[in-house]
């Protein structure tokens, strides 16, 4: 059986993925069409995907989460989500992960390890997971600061921390680095376990995490360090290749890991 599989979002990640499965790197899978950002109303709407998709794959932001993910799940379609950071809005995490009838699929992205940390909350109790991501100063510049701060951001010569706390204040302040630590906090099951460290380094010429799990069942120390999408700077180059590997996996388990 073929899975037919819709995209939200033409970006770097979205155009990648079309790109990968139209050259058949999923077999058993069908790509049936892509909602340009925002469903521009225009070519393959959004109830076109609706219509001809199995499976409908996020690759828009946080902000397409909010507004089509629920309208997934509700139509009893799966939805495979990328900007994991979104379920930090806990309202907008029951609508996907409780009400259905649709499932909601998590894509492994640009981080590894998510399966270990997984296992031990099933089987034991997650003590602590702290992340610590770095990142080119330029990357992490928001609209809040002021001129004086990012000035002294840019020529920063040595590491900067610029946060250290939860998922909740990592969302408020840095919205779109959010997505490691909510794929952390919703491995371990626990958003209160989670602490996140952003630090700006002007020697991080790749973006990297480290992730320190602290488990009933074992410690697990993770490093990953990722190469930049060519086509967007802020986004990794595996995560294309993580959804791919998803949605092959749903099309034909055998001899996948899951």
Known sequence: MTLKVAMIGSGAIGSRVAELLDAGAAPGVELTGVVPHGDAG???????????????????????????????????????????????????????????????????????????????????????????????????????????????????????????????????????????????????GDWGVVEAVLIADPAARKTSHHVTAETSLGTFDIRVTNEASPNNPASSALVPHAVVRGLKTLANASGSFI
């Open 42 to 188: 225009t070519g393959f709407s959004f109830e076109d995907a609706l219509d001809t998709a199995d499976v409908v794959v996020e690759c828009a932001g946080v902000g397409s989460v909010a507004e089509f993910g629920p309208r997934v799940v509700s139509a009893g379609k799966d939805l495979l989500v990328t900007s994991i950071g979104a379920l930090c809005d806990a309202s907008l995490r029951k609508a996907l992960l409780d009400d259905g009838p649709g499932r909601t699929l998590l894509t492994t992205g640009a981080l590894g390890g998510l399966d270990a940390i997984t296992a031990a909350c099933a089987g034991g109790t997650i003590h602590r997971i702290t992340v610590e991501s770095r990142k080119l100063p330029a990357a992490l510049i928001q609209p809040w600061m002021d001129g004086g701060t990012k000035d002294r951001l840019l020529t920063a010569s040595h590491p900067v921390e610029l946060l250290r706390g939860g998922p909740a204040e990592l969302i408020k302040a840095f919205p779109k680095s959010t997505n490691v630590v909510s794929a952390l906090a919703l491995a371990g």
